[in-house]
């Protein structure tokens, strides 16, 4: 069974630091894995997929890394601003045939300080 | 860019009532899916609907609730008697074709079951 974590629960850091987010998988034969945005309240945005494939991508700040053989992924923001804040969720499909579910961590609750 | 719209974005309703919630996928998608998220909890899968039938559903997805396509646009989620623990934000997603296709989120309906 799949379950993913996601570490820390909430962070708080000045305007410009560049942070880390953490999203840990149990069973590492995935397809792919999602990263998203959460603001309160609202919708799920995604910011980033990076397939089985692949060690990285990149988006404008953002840099999503995998490492399947360990189970984790990682979400890099440079620069933060206090529009980064938000809650960051990562997910993985559960493949099987036409099924793709996605299982979800809890989140990061990211609060970028001016 | 395409998006998937639900609606409404928020529905106040009366314990054993039914609601319908409402999605319009993106309009060359095959892969459809509903989830919810319950304040302060992961989002949870409900359930996948492809070729015009259920591909699989959770536990969560009883008897009380129902999909369904009834045109080439819409997608619905319809909850026969609602229950208090029916309260969450209920989002509607679809993919394209291809195991590792992002899936594509709407905004949520916002459902307050009082």
């Known amino acids: 069974k799949q379950e993913v974590t996601q570490i820390p629960a909430a962070l708080s850091v000045p305007e410009g630091e560049n942070l880390v987010l953490n999203c840990s998988f149990t069973?590492?034969?995935?397809?792919?894995l999602q990263w998203f945005r959460q603001d309160p309240g609202k919708g799920l945005t995604s910011l980033l997929l990076?397939?089985?494939s692949q060690r990285e991508q990149t988006s404008g700040r953002l840099n999503a890394s995998l490492d399947k053989s360990s189970g984790r992924s990682t979400l890099y923001i440079a620069a933060s601003q206090p529009g980064d804040s938000a809650t960051y969720l990562c997910?993985?499909?559960?493949?099987?045939?036409?099924?793709?579910?996605?299982?979800w961590g809890l989140g990061t609750s990211l609060a970028v300080n001016p | 860019e395409p998006e998937v719209t639900q609606t409404p974005s928020h529905q106040v309703t009366q314990m054993g009532q039914e609601v319908i919630l409402r999605c319009v996928p993106i309009?060359?998608?095959?892969?459809f899916y509903w989830y919810r998220q319950i304040l302060g909890q992961k989002v949870e899968f409900l359930v996948s609907?492809?070729?015009?039938?259920?591909?699989?559903k959770s536990e969560i997805f009883d008897d009380q609730f129902s999909v369904e396509r009834p045109d080439g646009s819409n997608f619905t989620l319809k909850i026969r008697s609602t229950k208090l623990e029916d309260s969450a934000m209920y989002f509607c997603?679809?993919?394209?074709?291809?195991?590792?296709?992002?899936?594509?989120f709407g905004d949520g309906t916002r459902l307050s079951i009082l």
């Open positions: 997603a679809s993919s394209d074709q291809g195991s590792n296709q992002p899936q594509h």
């Open positions: 309009s060359n998608h095959l892969y």
């Open positions: 609907f492809y070729n015009n039938e259920i591909s699989e």
């Open positions: 069973d590492s034969a995935i397809y792919n």
């Open positions: 990076i397939q089985s």
């Open positions: 997910a993985v499909p559960y493949n099987a045939g036409n099924n793709r579910k996605l299982i």
